[in-house]
């Protein structure tokens, strides 16, 4: 399997912070790296993830003020060292099977730069306990259809994974955008 890197941003969530790491150590395939960019939250330390102890490259960055999760998600990819870089926001976690079948779906079209797989809403610790589920949409349906239709069918960027060379324009020092982080991302995509 090709190697992948992911980004966590953070701030204030410790507990939610350590149960999103421990949901990409269970994972069946392990990234090569992980970034995590806490946005001038409390700070996070190797010793604060010392308990999860692994081989995974661990990357921490702590904003010395706030960014904003667009400056966050940007820097986190300027440092990866990997094609492809998942993303994800302390609150959530990722299902055992996420990074399996998200590098499946890209290792089966080399054109594909971004991928969505769907996600479970839940209402508790217990990850398993699913409230609703939404699926990434149908292929049978073409993208501007699924759009004008249904509206943003990808959602958060917490839950897509990007090949990075895809991605133009990052530049993590633009924080003048006053925009809600979880429906636009600082880099254009192409």
């Known amino acids: ?7 966590i941003t953070t701030r204030n969530r ?7 790491v421990l949901s990409i150590l269970e994972n069946s395939i392990l990234p090569k790296e992980l970034i995590i960019v806490n946005d001038a939250g409390v700070k996070v330390t190797h010793e604060l993830l010392k308990p999860f102890n692994s081989n995974i490259c661990l990357n921490i960055v702590n904003n010395e003020e706030v960014k904003g999760a667009n400056y966050c998600r940007n820097l986190g990819v300027s440092l990866t060292n990997t094609e492809y870089v998942f993303f994800i926001d302390d609150d959530d976690a990722f299902v055992k099977e ?23 809403i839940v209402r508790s610790s217990n990850l398993k306990k699913i409230i609703t589920s939404k ?3 149908k ?16 959602g958060s960027t917490s839950r897509v994974a990007v090949k990075k060379t895809w991605c133009r324009g990052g530049d993590s020092r633009n924080t003048t955008k006053k925009i809600r982080s979880d429906y636009s991302w600082g880099s254009e995509v192409q």
């Open 1 to 7: 399997m090709v190697n992948f890197s992911v980004v």
């Open 14 to 20: 410790v507990e939610f912070l350590k149960r999103c």
């Open 98 to 120: 996420a990074f399996k079948k998200r590098m499946e779906k890209f290792m089966s079209d080399e054109s594909l730069g971004l991928v969505y797989t769907g996600f479970h």
């Open 135 to 137: 699926t990434a949409m």
């Open 139 to 154: 292929p049978s349906i073409s993208p501007t259809d699924s759009l004008l239709s249904g509206g943003n069918f990808i």
